[in-house]
C-alpha cells in the first residue's frame, strides 16, 4: 500500500508538472501581447479583402504588409478591425483600436484629434471619368454630377471646390467601389478619389480613364494615426516605418499589390 501511495504520488508530481508546463507554453502563446489595427479594407490596394486569405486573417494589401511588420519588429501579434472609414478615428479614440492604417492622409483637421507617424506613401486625388467623358481637368467638373466617398480627403478636396467656386455637386458614397458603380452606369460623371486606389479600381476597364490635375490637388501623405499623446507606440512605430522606407520593404509591398 505505501508503495503504491508512492507511486501515486510520483504519478501525480508528474502530471502536475506536465500540466505546469503546457499550461505555462500555452500562457505564453497567448499572452504574446495583440497590436489591434484599424483600419478599412475597401481601399486596394491598401487594405481589401481577401477570401483566399490575406497577409493578416482575411485582410491584404500595402498597408496589411506594413502592419504585419510592425507587429513582427514590436513582438507583438498584429490583429485587424474591420471599420467603416468615417468611424476609425472614434475607435481609436474609444480604445478599441491602438492604431490605424487605412491609407489615411496626414492633414490638420485630423491632427487635431489623432497623433500621426511620418509618412509613408505619397498621393494625390484623381478623377476617374468615362474615356469618352470631355473633362480634362477639375474646373471641368463644374455643374457635373461628382462621386467621392463619405470622409476621404477626395470629398474635402470637392468640398472646398465648391466653397471657392460654386457649382460642385457631389455625393457622397460609403465605398469607393459604389461610386465607381455610379460612373459605370452613369449615375454620375465623375469619381474624385486616390490615385493608386483608381488605377486599381479601374483594372482592365476598358471604359473607365483617370484624369489628373496637379494644380488643383495637392499631393497628400499617408500615415498611421495613434492615440494622441502615445508617443511610446509612436515612436517605435516610427522606428519600424523608417526601417521599411530605407530597406525597401514599402517599394516592394507597393510593386507586389500595386
Ligand atoms: N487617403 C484618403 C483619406 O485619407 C482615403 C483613405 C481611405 O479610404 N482609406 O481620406
Known amino acids: 500500500m505505501k508503495k503504491f501511495l508512492k507511486i501515486a504520488s510520483v504519478v501525480l508530481v508528474v502530471a502536475a508538472l506536465v500540466t505546469a508546463f503546457t499550461a505555462c507554453g500555452g500562457k505564453q502563446e497567448t499572452e504574446k501581447k495583440a497590436l489591434v489595427f484599424g483600419t478599412n479594407a475597401e481601399f486596394p490596394p491598401f487594405e481589401f479583402v481577401n477570401s483566399e486569405g490575406g497577409t493578416i486573417d482575411k485582410f491584404d494589401g500595402i498597408d496589411m504588409g506594413i502592419a504585419k511588420k510592425i507587429g513582427e519588429d514590436l513582438d507583438m501579434e498584429t490583429k485587424i478591425e474591420n471599420i467603416e472609414f468615417d468611424s476609425l478615428i472614434v475607435a481609436l479614440n474609444n480604445g478599441q483600436v491602438d492604431a490605424l ?3 489615411m492622409t496626414i492633414n490638420e483637421e485630423r491632427k487635431q484629434s489623432v ?3 511620418i509618412p509613408y506613401y505619397t498621393a494625390v486625388q484623381v478623377m476617374i471619368v468615362k474615356t469618352d467623358s470631355d473633362i480634362k481637368s477639375a474646373a471641368d467638373m463644374k455643374d457635373k454630377r461628382i462621386a467621392v466617398v463619405q470622409g476621404y480627403t477626395g470629398e474635402s478636396c470637392v468640398k472646398d471646390l465648391a466653397e471657392k467656386n460654386g457649382g460642385y455637386n457631389y ?3 460609403k465605398k469607393g467601389t459604389e461610386a465607381i458603380l455610379e460612373l459605370e452606369n452613369g449615375r454620375c460623371d465623375v469619381v474624385v478619389i486616390d490615385s493608386i486606389t483608381a488605377k486599381n479600381f479601374i483594372g482592365d476597364k476598358q ?5 489628373e490635375d496637379s494644380t488643383a490637388f495637392e499631393s497628400e501623405q499617408y500615415g498611421i494615426a495613434v ?3 502615445n508617443t511610446e507606440l509612436l515612436e517605435k512605430i516610427n522606428a519600424s516605418l523608417e526601417k521599411m522606407l530605407a530597406d525597401g520593404t514599402i517599394d516592394n509591398l507597393a510593386v507586389k499589390f500595386g
Not at 207 to 211: E, G, H, S
Open 207 to 211: 471604359d473607365l480613364k483617370i484624369v
Open 227 to 229: 492615440k494622441k499623446g
Open 101 to 103: 492604417i487605412a491609407g
Open 115 to 117: 497623433d500621426f507617424s
Open 171 to 173: 455625393e457622397a458614397f
